[in-house]
């Protein structure tokens, strides 16, 4: 298919703009430039009953903020059931704030709390916190959920890009630790530490997300290259203390047709399913890496956002 006209807008206008790369500049100044950036082609934020900044406590001692989205009042007679969300941005930016749209819709549409988790960023903290952080969050969610009108028994996991990478290792994780899950919603996640993939020898320029850029993230949070063999960074190939994948919740799995990471989130719902696990992969035609923030821009954007929203339900059994 060829790219979608307005994707190809998008791209154009990017161009014109004659911003620096995110490879060029340092974090901080990176992570400034996203978090203006971020909400440009999003869309409306849906309306909530209630939205909730929280302290989650981690392993080592310290708090992480997490944003608790409530489309509906709480019920502890009936509690709801809830994701939590692991936003993109290479380890290196975004945060709670440039996917506040994004959760916002997932806790409407899929009628569910959303915990969205500021986990903690590199350079300033190296793999694996992230990962630890994001279990961490999970576990706390586990933990404490009635008291936020939450059924323990109906979590799910998801996240877009680096998000997505994390929530797979959180369905890992979650497997080993007896912690059921409802679904794994994972968005062009990154499973690979080496990217040699057709899409990325194709893709890795033009098309927003960089080859260079997908350097620079992996250079800020990986403390050196034997990381890249971690399968709690690279859970498609990742050979150090690999775990068994099987037995996981079932997935869902979102690629773009234009993504340079198109051919490993694909690759790793292959590797899923011929374990056993229930597997639904979805390859949206036209569209590039970061497409589930254009909906205020991209019509058809609204296509992935519902059928996203309504694995959660289906798995939720809200429907």
């Keep these: 298919m060829p790219l979608n006209p307005k994707v190809g807008q998008v791209l154009d206008m990017i161009a014109r703009a004659k911003r620096p790369a995110y490879h060029d500049l340092t974090p901080q100044a990176a992570r400034a430039s996203y978090e203006k950036s971020a909400p440009i082609l999003e869309i409306a934020a849906a309306k909530m009953f209630s939205v909730d900044d929280l302290k989650v406590p981690t392993r080592d001692g310290a708090h992480i903020r997490a944003r608790l989205y409530q489309p509906a009042e709480p019920s502890w007679a009936e509690p709801?059931?809830?994701?939590?969300?692991?936003?993109?941005?290479?380890?290196?930016?975004?945060?709670?704030?440039?996917?506040?749209?994004?959760?916002?819709?997932?806790?409407?549409?899929?009628?569910?709390?959303?915990?969205?988790?500021?986990?903690?960023?590199?350079?300033?903290?190296?793999?694996?916190?992230?990962?630890?952080?994001?279990f961490d969050?999970?576990?706390?969610?586990?933990?404490?959920?009635?008291?936020?009108?939450v059924d323990a028994t109906r979590l799910a996991v998801g996240g877009d890009s680096a998000g997505g990478t994390l929530a797979t290792v959180c369905a890992v994780?979650?497997?080993?630790?007896?912690?059921?899950?409802?679904?794994?919603?994972?968005?062009?996640?990154?499973?690979?530490g080496h990217q040699e993939t057709d899409s990325h020898l194709r893709l890795?320029?033009?098309?927003?997300?960089?080859?260079?850029?997908?350097?620079?993230?992996?250079?800020?949070?990986?403390?050196?290259a034997s990381d890249r063999?971690?399968?709690?960074?690279?859970?498609?190939?990742?050979?150090?203390?690999?775990?068994?994948?099987?037995?996981?919740?079932?997935?869902?799995?979102?690629?773009?047709?234009?993504?340079p990471l198109s051919d490993e989130g694909e690759a790793y719902a292959g590797k899923l399913s011929a374990l056993g696990n229930v597997v639904t992969l979805k390859r949206y035609a036209g569209m590039i890496h970061e497409f589930f923030k254009m909906g205020g821009f991209v019509p058809e954007v609204a296509r992935a956002h519902a059928e996203a929203a309504a694995a959660l339900r289906i798995a939720f059994e809200t429907d």
Aim: overall charge negative; aromatic content about 14%; proline content about 5%.
């Design 173 to 192: 994780l979650a497997r080993d630790a007896g912690l059921g899950l409802a679904l794994q919603l994972l968005i062009y996640p990154g499973t690979t």
């Design 229 to 259: 063999d971690d399968w709690r960074f690279a859970p498609l190939d990742g050979t150090r203390a690999a775990p068994s994948f099987s037995g996981l919740a079932p997935a869902w799995i979102a690629t773009a047709e234009f993504d």
């Design 80 to 134: 709801a059931p809830a994701l939590v969300y692991f936003h993109g941005g290479g380890f290196t930016v975004g945060s709670v704030d440039t996917h506040d749209a994004l959760c916002r819709m997932f806790a409407r549409d899929a009628r569910c709390a959303v915990l969205s988790v500021d986990y903690r960023l590199a350079p300033e903290h190296k793999f694996p916190t992230a990962v630890d952080d994001a």
């Design 204 to 224: 890795g320029d033009g098309f927003l997300l960089s080859g260079e850029t997908i350097q620079w993230f992996f250079g800020q949070y990986l403390r050196d």
């Design 137 to 149: 969050a999970l576990s706390w969610l586990a933990e404490n959920a009635l008291t936020y009108g």
